[in-house]
């Protein structure tokens, strides 16, 4: 027994499951349960990525990657806690406490291709605080306080917003 469990990833691809604990451990093993193993201690928040190669982690108030396939763990980015795989894996998109308001969590966006972080414009910031999920088609964020387009519209406000997801449909 690893403790209790804080929250999971599980890749079909691979076929593995991700978990943290309370105690903010990062453990990976396969679907069946075997080959349990620690793969990172102070961390949480495990996303696999669409393809399956990487496993996202927060550790530290850092977003890391954990390739799959070599086990090697890189920063990605600062000062951020990391969020929901865009559904083509090109982005990532995270959360960071504003210098100004600290209180406040600005979200952004980072594209992996051009290895850049960008704000997306438009984006109302007392509202946004972070993404609960992409839109199939990547174009949308569904977020606590509303859904957005990328290119700033706000379109609706979701019945339970603190749950937004989008129907596999």
């Known amino acids: ?58 550790s530290n108030y850092k977003v890391w990657l954990y390739d799959l396939n070599t086990g090697e763990h890189k920063v ?41 972080e960008v704000y997306p414009e438009g984006l109302n910031k007392e509202r946004i605080y972070m993404f609960e999920d992409w839109s199939p088609d990547g174009g949308m964020l569904a977020t606590p306080s509303g859904i957005y387009s990328l290119k700033g519209e706000y379109l609706k406000t979701p019945n339970k917003p603190y749950d937004a997801r989008w129907s596999p449909d």
């Open 1 to 58: 027994f690893v403790g209790d469990i804080a929250s999971t990833s599980y890749s079909p691809i691979k076929k593995l499951i991700a978990f943290d604990v309370l105690s903010k451990r990062l453990y990976l093993m396969n679907e069946d349960g075997t080959n349990l193993r620690m793969i990172t201690e102070q961390a949480g928040g495990p996303r696999f990525s669409p393809d399956g190669q990487y496993l996202q982690y927060t």
């Open 76 to 116: 990605l980015i600062e000062d951020a806690m990391g969020g929901p795989w865009s559904p083509d894996g090109k982005k990532i998109a995270f959360s960071r406490k504003e210098k100004d308001r600290p209180w406040q969590n600005e979200v952004y966006i980072y594209n992996l291709e051009a290895n850049q």
